[in-house]
């Protein structure tokens, strides 16, 4: 027999009940049903998300960092480093988006929630790799997608998009070498062509 999802307004008032006033937003967007808590209630939040009656959300499909530095042409009034979850019930058939904002921006931590759902696990090394989000409490938190030594984080708004370093091999050492980007930072302006009868109208 299959059990289908009930309505997200529904969803949302039995994800409110079930946190009370571990919820700081909720709302329903798109069909989905989104809530924040802050970093202190995070971990614990997650737990009855996952065992609570109504929620049972057994599977992390996806977690990832945001850097909300810019958000809005720079209008974003809070903590700039955010930890977004979606999180699936396969049995009742609902989906839900969990957010917690890390509270210091210069070191942004929040737990990690790889003891609630050990698919976590990478992409909690993502987030840390990319934007330098620490998470509390993973057994093996390093960098998973940058190089051995590479310093900084590149999805963080305020990393250049050419980088710090290129990498060459040079074939006097016979071995890559790193040095600084050679690239000149510029904008990009598309070229526009307007040729007479372009594309048959004239």
């Not at 802050?38 to 057994?58: I, K, M, P, T, W």
């Not at 945001?66 to 009034?77: F, L, P, R, T």
């Not at 006097?172 to 302006?189: A, D, G």
Request: proline share 4%; glycine share 8%; net charge negative.
């Amino acid at each position: 027999m299959t059990t289908f999802a009930v309505n997200p307004d529904a969803l949302k008032d039995i994800v409110a009940a079930t946190l009370g006033g571990r919820v700081k937003r909720i709302s329903v967007d798109l069909g989905e049903v989104k809530v924040l808590v802050s970093a202190d209630d995070y971990l614990v939040s997650a737990n009855l998300l996952r065992d609570a009656a109504g929620c049972q959300f057994e599977q992390l499909i996806d977690l990832c960092g945001v850097d909300y530095s810019e958000y809005g042409g720079g209008a974003h009034d809070g903590p700039r480093y955010c930890v977004v979850s979606h999180l699936l019930s396969v049995s009742l058939n609902q989906r839900l988006t969990l957010k917690v904002f890390a509270p210091d921006d210069d070191v942004p931590v929040v737990a990690s929630v790889t003891e609630v759902w050990n698919s976590a696990n990478w992409f909690e090394r993502e987030a840390f790799d990319l934007f330098g989000i620490v998470f509390e409490g993973h057994n093996d938190l390093r960098r998973i997608l940058t190089d051995y030594g590479f310093i900084g984080h590149p999805f963080r708004k305020d990393f250049p998009v050419s980088g710090h370093v290129e990498m060459r091999y040079d074939a006097e050492q016979k071995r890559v070498i790193y040095q600084p980007v050679s690239i000149e930072p510029r904008e990009i302006t598309p070229r526009i062509i307007r040729e007479d009868n372009y594309g048959g109208l004239g």
